[in-house]
């Protein structure tokens, strides 16, 4: 079920949330809503299959098993094969699932085999569910966190439905209190449905048009400069719009329900260099691997060789995690050579240039890492970016370009503007006056009313509905 769908707007969730403050609170414990979280989550995930509740029913029974044992045998060699054992077992669930046919087709290429590929499914989120019991079971191990001894409750965290599909990734110790005790007011819940409605729009009306954008130049057959640009701009704004759109959605749900998710994105199209950019892009997916992998490596405690060994494993990994294509692996192990000069090589001749210059430079690199993103293949990126630079272009500009630029000119001015502060620095700002205050008060209720109206009727006409990292 997708968040910006009419089911979800206009069934799902009114139904829940209705349900869910009927529940009582006995001696102010939200246990009781925790299961009643539980049920609906599992509705809103079965509605994608309902043969993927097993697989999540199980990894998060083997979580809650290997969390119990870890906490028996602690400082013992049990508690240390427990943690193994759930590493395997996790692991190994996401790599069968997501990886097996990457594995075998590569190996009928190399071997001249023709061994059958697996008829399997990816389950919805799994990438993301994973890398959340993981982080319970690591924490657990080394004592940032206790256990929890109630499965329901644990298993209430990993299926929560807000993030469950898409992330955020939120990690169990964020969350532990809440499940705990949390409170619920006017002001949280008003402010959650500020934030769906927010990522709701930006999904809808920004990342949806451009996505349609993107994808009619990619296929189309004129092939001009200007073409070639538009196309892979269109495409970072459908890309960031879409996820952040989705993170936004995420966490206002979450604080609908009492849970304050941490935040995902932080202005990153306004960054100076990509060092800067992966700390604003993703920043659970970004801080899991710095706390999970990076650092337990030895980080940047370490020699040189072994430093930039630690930065291409990450790396290596993230693009892995993206998707079971040698483009992921090869846009992963871009960024970690950018992200390897700029900290060896030229990443103080960056902080010296003009701003200008320095956002020229991170929008050229970037650019070229979305196309790599979005290639079926490494040929057709290369073949993409040969474009881009002038190579077997018939135009500068041509008729069809011409015309989809003046058709998308609207949302993309849009979005140039929506992926800067600018927006919310007005809004904090007019809110910073009495008078600011006292039009926020009539403002806001109109422009959330505005904007369901508006992705409604967006909604009921249009097809391109689709979230980008569902398929992660």
């Not at 939200?30 to 199980?58: E, H, Q």
Request: glycine fraction near 8%.
């Amino acid at each position: 079920m997708l968040f910006s769908s009419i089911d979800f707007l206009f069934y799902f969730l009114p139904l829940t949330v209705a349900l869910y403050f009927l529940v009582p609170m006995p001696e102010g414990s939200p246990k009781l809503r925790n299961y009643f979280l539980l049920i609906a989550s599992l509705v809103f995930y079965a509605w994608g299959g309902p043969w993927y509740l097993i697989l999540i029913t199980l990894q998060s029974f083997t979580g809650w098993l290997f969390g119990l044992l870890i906490e028996r045998w602690r400082g013992g060699p049990g508690a240390r094969a427990a943690l193994i054992g759930s590493l395997v077992t996790g692991l190994g669930i996401l790599l069968f699932f997501k990886y097996a046919n990457f594995f075998l087709t590569n190996v009928n290429f190399l071997f001249h085999s023709s061994i059958p590929l697996l008829k399997i499914m990816l389950p919805l989120g799994i990438s993301f569910y994973t890398f959340q019991i993981l982080s319970y079971v690591i924490d657990l191990y080394l004592g940032k966190t206790s256990v929890q001894r109630n499965f329901f409750t644990l298993f209430a965290y990993i299926a929560l439905f807000p993030q469950l599909i898409a992330g955020p990734i939120v990690r169990y110790l964020d969350v532990e209190q809440a499940l705990r005790r949390r409170e619920h007011s006017v002001d949280l819940f008003a402010s959650g449905v500020r934030r769906l409605m927010i990522g709701l729009g930006k999904k809808v009306l920004i990342a949806n048009v451009l996505g349609e954008l993107a994808y009619i130049l990619k296929d189309g057959a004129e092939l001009s400069l200007l073409s070639a640009w538009l196309y892979i701009t269109a495409y970072a704004f459908h890309i960031y719009f879409d996820f952040s759109g989705y993170s936004d959605m995420a966490i206002g749900l979450g604080r609908m329900f009492g849970f304050r998710f941490l935040e995902n994105f932080n202005y990153p199209y306004i960054a100076r260099n990509v060092t800067d950019f992966w700390r604003r892009w993703h920043i659970s997916l970004s801080g899991w691997f710095r706390d999970y992998v990076y650092i337990p490596l030895g980080g940047n405690r370490v020699s040189g060789p072994r430093h930039v060994l630690n930065i291409l494993t990450v790396w290596l990994l993230t693009g892995f995690w993206h998707g079971a294509n040698w483009n992921f692996i090869f846009w992963g192990l871009y960024f970690a050579l950018l992200l390897l000069l700029e900290k060896f090589v030229f990443g103080r001749l960056l902080e010296k240039l003009p701003r200008p210059f320095s956002h020229l430079y991170l929008a050229l690199c970037v650019l070229i890492g979305w196309t790599f993103f979005d290639a079926a293949s490494l040929g057709a990126a290369v073949a993409q970016i040969s474009y881009m630079f002038g190579s077997g272009i018939n135009s500068f500009a041509g008729p069809d370009t011409l015309y989809y630029l003046r058709s998308y000119l609207v949302p993309l001015l849009a979005a140039a503007i929506g992926c800067t502060p600018l927006p919310t620095r007005l809004a904090a700002k007019l809110a910073g006056s009495a008078k600011g205050t006292a039009a926020l008060t009539v403002l806001e209720p109109l422009f959330v009313a505005v904007l369901i109206v508006t992705v409604t009727a967006y909604l009921v006409d249009g097809s391109f509905n689709p979230f980008i990292y569902f398929r992660f």
